[in-house]
């Protein structure tokens, strides 16, 4: 199984970025779909999650900005970014549980990271 990322790069204050993340190899099933960022010095947070059902979670600093949906069909995941702050400088990870076709139990996957930088 492999998650690809995408969409990440330097933006301005205020400006917009959309991230991707494209899960491929012997799926059988994926559940939840999410993004986490990690920023220097910081531990990994959970910034958003959408389950196979739709519903979406994410966390308070940036409701109202940050929008995550999925795509069941082509197994993707993405993270429209809307107002980005300097304070949302930081790697972006993709997750995913995963049961492939030959372990049909769920497991979690990571993608490489994007690194996502906010200038003010």
């Known amino acids: 199984v492999e998650l690809v990322e995408s969409g990440g790069g330097l933006v301005q204050a205020g400006g917009s970025l959309r991230l991707s993340c494209a899960a491929s190899?012997?799926?059988?099933?994926?559940?939840?779909m999410g993004w986490y960022r990690q920023a220097p010095g910081k531990q990994r947070e959970l910034v958003a999650i959408?389950?196979?059902?739709?519903?979406?979670n994410s966390a308070d600093s940036v409701k109202g900005r940050f929008t995550i949906s999925r795509d069941n069909a082509k197994n993707t995941v993405y993270l429209q970014m809307n107002n980005l702050k300097p304070e949302d400088t930081a790697v972006y990870y993709c997750?995913?549980?995963?049961?492939?076709?030959?372990?049909?139990?769920?497991?979690?996957?990571w993608g490489q990271g994007t690194q996502v930088t906010v200038s003010s």
């Open positions: 997750h995913a549980a995963i049961a492939t076709m030959i372990i049909r139990l769920m497991f979690d996957y």
């Open positions: 959408v389950h196979k059902n739709g519903s979406t």
């Open positions: 190899g012997g799926i059988f099933s994926i559940g939840a």
